[in-house]
């Protein structure tokens, strides 16, 4: 299938591993032009030196903090320059840490929001008005199946990823007339680092053993695993393309059948 990302410009955030990898891996293998930017300066070069070997696009990389303004608005006016107006962007932050409500502080709870749900109002902000200017754009966000069913023992995520749903649905009526999509997918479990310090945390508050954690796991999961990154990826890559350009405002599942509503 033929997704029509060659020569369009990528900005992925939390590019370093997991999700952001796997996506800015196979944006550039549809031939994309790439910008990636994360906190882990030497993993995020090791992930730029496989993005660029995986496509014949160019790719540019910046370490920094998406809760930095500052940081991140020079990275994107050095994309522009470098590689052009940014015509998809993956909105992707990481996940706030785990905790029960009664073990998380004020502070926590705002620099969970800053993380969670400032950055991703910033990065609209910026890459937004030029889409809606151009005409075309592909927005996607990360965010959890918490935002559908709260998740034990993740309190921050569970009420604030909600909020970032909210953004897409919001932005996507108002974006919608000068074709621009906005869409956001919600990941259960995948083996991700995120995922691992998620089992560290159980193993400390229950003390039972990593392979007790995944059986509960995946004994709610009817398919019986953990998804991949790349699973996701894809999904997310052809939210992004020509082909779905009929797919805006939706929050997009991808949990193996963890989540049990209906809707």
Not at 20 to 40: D, N, T
Not at 43 to 61: K, S
Not at 93 to 99: I, Q, V
Not at 236 to 261: N, P
Request: overall charge negative.
């Amino acid at each position: 299938m033929e997704l029509g990302l060659e020569g369009r410009t990528a900005l992925v955030t939390a590019a370093s591993r997991g999700f952001g990898k796997a996506v800015a891996l196979q944006l550039a293998a549809e031939g994309a032009r790439v910008a990636l930017c994360a906190r882990g300066a030497e993993d995020l070069e090791n992930t730029r030196i496989e993005v660029a070997a995986a496509g014949p696009g160019p790719v540019i990389a910046r370490a920094l903090n998406v809760t930095d303004d500052l940081a991140v608005t020079a990275f994107l006016a050095e994309t522009e320059q470098n590689l052009g107006p940014v015509d998809l962007m993956l909105v992707n932050a990481g996940g706030p840490p785990a905790g029960r409500f009664a073990d998380l502080d004020l502070d926590q709870w705002e620099a969970a929001y800053r993380l969670t749900i400032e950055s991703a109002v910033r990065l609209c902000r910026l890459v937004l008005p030029g889409m809606i200017e151009r005409g075309y754009g592909r927005i996607v966000q990360i965010t959890s199946v918490s935002v559908l069913q709260p998740v034990e023992n993740l309190a921050l995520s569970s009420v604030l990823r909600p909020a970032v749903q909210a953004l897409t649905r919001n932005l996507a009526v108002e974006a919608g007339s000068a074709g621009v999509t906005i869409n956001s997918v919600a990941p259960g479990y995948h083996t991700t680092s995120a995922v691992e310090r998620l089992i560290t945390a159980k193993i400390e508050q229950t003390g039972c053993t990593r392979e007790d954690v995944l059986a509960d796991w995946t004994r709610e999961i009817p398919l019986g695993r953990l998804g991949e990154p790349e699973e996701l990826a894809a999904l997310i890559v052809f939210l992004m393309s020509r082909q779905a350009g009929y797919i805006t405002g939706q929050c997009v599942v991808s949990d193996g059948g963890w989540v049990k509503g209906t809707f």
